[in-house]
């Protein structure tokens, strides 16, 4: 099969880049705002135009040299030109030409690649009149004055663009890259890349049944008494927040509302319910609290549900531990019950404490920070995918129906949680034992004991961050 066309658009910072990627996909796909640097990543995608020419089209980051992130995306914009079939670079039609866009032009222009000078938002003959003809001194051999926004003098472009992408060949269902070998700018353009802070601040959701103590571990973690202690069930109704610092880090409790069996709930506390489920979607770490001297019950199986649910890190506390329960005969025989009934929370440390003694209370915050740590990890795609090498030299992936599955490289896309793709010839042929396989080396290589660790497989090609 032929390769498709890769078409890229390059510019500066809030040009109108996205406005033409999403006009040409026929579709709102990549986000666009007045906001500079909106855009920040690559995205692909495949379009058509004359209903039967199939190319690539690909948004850049605005080119700037402001800071260094700015300097990143200016970096890997320009690879993109270089590895790129035609090149689109847009400018701003509502202000005066740039020295900096004239530079960046001869540049791309210098690659001895099909190029085109799109000056955006001429919205209308006053503007064609007073701005477009300044941008005539790039010297651009096809320059095209339109407002994508505006739809208006699109047309000309587009034939343009025909010029340049063949036509599908009748046999031909859909064109693809059908290249074996990844190159490092293959892996760069398909992975979402963040670019976000050391974050200090952690989100810790107190959850589990009514009356296990919740309030109470609260009010030992704060040294004082800031949550409503009862002996009467379900007494914290509206999520309560405390925000303590510890180890150069801010962490944020929320007392959840105790959950009943749904039989069991009535009235306000079906608004703290749910009030309790939107709390969970904002955290990052959930205590499950579990009432030592009833063991896991149906009900804590189900509370366990929501951490799943949501992807949370996760530490189980068995409160009302007291002295008479500590030893080791004892601890085994708790811990084998809660392994047993929460086996999909297998990831999840356990902590013995009482809230009302004290007893380790103060262990539950370096345990919060250090999976907090390994929530946020991102592990270097070189060292993942030299831990995959050794994961299926150690034990292949099964065949599907004697066909063969081909893992060709692992890059992890996102963290809180860490999530990892593996992209590979048959998204539909890992069976999920393998995948389990995989994790618990992943898990054993790279310690990530306490979080949820998520495992997608990606086709080659498709943008990772893709559902």
Known sequence: MNRLKKVAILGRPNVGKSSLFNRLIR??????SDVVGTTRD????????SGNRDFEIIDTGGIDDSTELFSTIKRLSLRTANEADIIIFMVDGKSIPQEEDKELFYQLQNLGKPIALVVNKIDNDKDEITRYWDFLEFGAERIFPMSVSHNRYMND???WLEEHIPEKQEKEEALQIEDDELS???IIEMTHVDEQEDNKEIKVAIIGRVNTGKSSLLNAFLKEERSVVSD????TIDPVDESIEYKEHKITFVDTAGIRRRSKIVGIEKYAFGRTEEMLKQADIALLVIDATDGVLELDERIAGLIEKYKL???IVLNKWDIKRDNENTYKKAVQNIRDKLKFLHYAPLITVSAKTGLRVHKILDEIIAIYGRYKKRIPTSKLNEVLKYAIAKHHPPTINGGVVRIKFATQYETKPPKIALIMN???GLHFSYKRYLANIFREKFDFEGVPLIIEERKRGQRIDDE
């Open 42 to 49: 690559i995205k692909k995608r495949v379009a058509t135009i």
């Open 232 to 235: 009467v069930a379900g007494t």
């Open 313 to 315: 890190g996760c530490l």
């Open 157 to 159: 472009f587009y034939a």
């Open 426 to 428: 048959r998204v539909d």
């Open 27 to 32: 579709q709102r796909d990549a986000i666009t």
């Open 184 to 186: 490092f700018e293959d």
